[in-house]
């Protein structure tokens, strides 16, 4: 195999391998995995992680898209009852046949850091906790905090969801080849009993798009991107308590779903 500082890479699949041990073993901590853990782990790359995973006893999924790696760790891997290899893209795989409870423990490439976060966020069934390292600003944007640049679309749709926070950060010099980011290990536990869910929840992100997709403006007028009569849009403001002049950012998890149940109210059986 090759050795660390020789790593092919693609940089289609915005490959840069991980090869700082010290960080693995805190990430398979943070993941507190243990004896018997079902693990799915996305593109285990030189199975670095895997190792680690491995090691505290998980039972591994591996999730690996480039040809040239998964017949690598095929070949390193084929006596070892442990490791289930897929070649496969992990935003098309299929969650209903992994066992449960399972936790996701990954280092995710960079570039599908958000599609593939809720298609484990919205799989059925869900794993029990999500532990990545990720992008430090798309960190920055899940953790946020109402009326902070980052706080938007990203920070509701896993907050509605989930529950985050942030483990440690990563430097560059943990990878070859050092990418030209920060990273950050963070933890997402999904609830257990959604806030919304159905079309409620789809109306929750609709609402969220309008309140962002125009943040500057006063929130009454940023929701008229819902195509909603005027006056429908005045009385749910009122009904919600919200001051129609504030700008979208300004408003906490609660208050969106307070806002969203105002705008569409559920008909009743």
């Not at 289609?12 to 960080?23: A, C, E, M, N, T």
């Not at 920055?140 to 109402?146: E, G, N, S, T, V």
């Not at 483990?167 to 933890?187: E, H, N, Q, Y």
């Amino acid at each position: 195999m090759s050795r660390p500082e020789n790593l092919r890479t693609l940089k289609s699949l915005g490959q840069h391998f991980l090869v700082d041990k010290g960080i693995v073993r805190r990430i398979a901590d943070a993941g507190e995995v243990k004896n018997g853990d079902t693990v799915v782990e996305v593109g285990p790359g030189r199975a670095i992680l895997t190792e680690a995973l491995l090691e505290k006893g998980a039972q591994v999924i591996a999730l690996e898209l480039d040809r040239g790696l998964f017949a690598e760790l095929s070949e390193r891997f084929a006596d070892d009852p442990r490791i289930t290899l897929h070649h496969t893209d992990a935003l098309k795989f299929a969650m209903d046949g992994v066992p449960t409870p399972y936790k996701v423990v990954a280092n995710l490439p960079y570039q599908i850091t958000t599609p593939l976060l809720f298609h484990f966020l919205e799989s059925v069934p869900l794993p029990s906790e999500i532990v990545v390292m990720i992008q430090y600003e798309v960190a920055q944007r899940i953790l946020a905090q109402p009326g902070t640049k980052e706080y938007g679309v990203l920070t509701l749709g896993v907050q509605v969801r989930a529950e985050a926070s942030r483990c440690f950060t990563v430097p560059p010099g943990a990878f070859r080849p050092p990418p030209k980011v920060k990273s950050a290990v963070i933890r997402i536990t999904p609830r257990k009993t959604p806030l919304l869910s159905g079309q409620e929840l789809e109306n929750f992100m609709a609402v969220v798009r309008a309140a962002f997709g125009a943040r500057r403006k006063t929130l009454k007028k940023a929701l008229g991107r819902l195509n909603l009569p005027t006056e429908q849009i005045v009385e749910a403001l009122a009904q919600a308590d919200i001051d129609p002049q504030i700008r979208g950012e300004r408003l906490d998890l609660e208050t969106f779903t307070r806002l969203t149940r105002a705008l569409f109210p559920q008909k009743s059986d």
